[in-house]
């Protein structure tokens, strides 16, 4: 394990975890990352590899046929899978934040039928919120589900879905009046509906088109698409929890679970930028010594290395927040502000440290700097997050006066 961003506290069955998951991202992972970035195909050999680690399974109760193990063992695996190469910590992650969902609001029916098979990664998940018109906006959410006897119609067009093409269950977030009159609050007149669905492109399931990937900036090789819903028909038992009005507050509970992720991802990327830089740094000469010999590279490798630690810290508190039962809104909207900007100014400066030598797509830094401004936007915004911070802070803080 190296110096920085280590975790007091762990038992013996977590470090264990955490010491496979790194042996196998060092020989099955980073060995391979660049290559199959730069042909955006997808790992299917490495997520092989990760059902048989047992890690899509990892949180979802032993009862169940997981691990049943915490969110903050579940995110330094990500911290580990993101260091070797982050979109394969957005497979897993959008995974688990419907096993999640899944566990925590799910139906009885509804965890037997599903949770066992997610288990062994049998059922692969994904979740859907965005719209093409909107992004953090939820509530401007249009894509409707109408009830019809014992099903309900689906109808919309939603962005921005990871695992879109592999998965075989989304979790779809729509408007549903039934029950709830004109003039709701928009945020409790919205549904989360289970929808199956077979792996793949094109037309997957009567009414359900997935077309294929989006092609992206960085953040290859796992599929980014849209969803269209055009008459789609599922029973009415696949209604999250069973009932209607209840699927905002389901995502959110999701979401702070997906921040924690990106927070994750985030420290597993700088911590990967800064190994990148230190190393080089100690090869590369200039002006007859080694550049790490350098005060200015020095004073870089220090500010990198402080900033590995600081969001290392603050993920680890959001996860534990979020273990232990307690609100972790505002910890969780922390630490994915702070890792996600963190790590772009690490990767930038480990980028800075190879010097045109980062440009090229020979280094793997070049493939770093393309992904890290993901984590900007993903699970919402800068913005989004200092909003989130903002209220909350002044919930806890009211002016008594």
Known sequence: ??????????????????????????????????QLEHRDEYPTEIVEGLKELGLFGLMIPEEYGGLGESLLTYALCVEEIARGWMSVSGIINTHFIVAYMLKQHGTQEQKDTFLPR???????????????????????????????????????????????????????????????????????SMTTFLVEKEPGFGEVRPGLTIPGKIDKMGYKGVDTTELIMDGLRIPANRVLGGTTGRGFYQMMDGVEVGRVNVAARGCGVAQR?????????????????????????QFKLAEMATKVEAAHAMMVNAARKKDSGERNDLEAGMAKYLASEYCKEVVEDAFRIHGGYGFSKEYEIERLY????????????AEIQKMIIGRRLLEEYRFQG
């Open 1 to 34: 394990m190296t110096r920085l961003a280590q975790t007091a506290g762990l038992d013996d069955v977590q470090r264990e975890i955490l010491s496979t998951v790194r042996d196998f991202v060092d020989k099955e992972i980073i060995p391979v990352a660049t």
């Open 370 to 381: 393309r992904e890290a401004p993901m984590l900007l936007i993903g699970e919402g915004t």
């Open 118 to 188: 997610m288990a062994l990664g049998e059922v692969r998940g994904a979740f859907s919120m965005s719209e093409p018109a909107l992004g953090s906006d939820v509530s401007a959410i249009t894509s409707k589900g109408v009830r019809d006897g014992k099903e309900y119609v689906l109808n919309g067009q939603k962005m921005w879905l990871t695992n879109g093409g592999t998965s075989s269950l989304v979790a779809v977030l729509c408007r549903s009046d039934e029950g709830h009159p004109e003039g709701t609050a928009p945020h409790k």
């Open 273 to 297: 930028a800064f190994e990148l830089g230190v190393s080089y740094a100690q090869q590369r000469q200039t002006f007859g010594k080694p550049i790490a010999q350098h005060q200015a590279i």
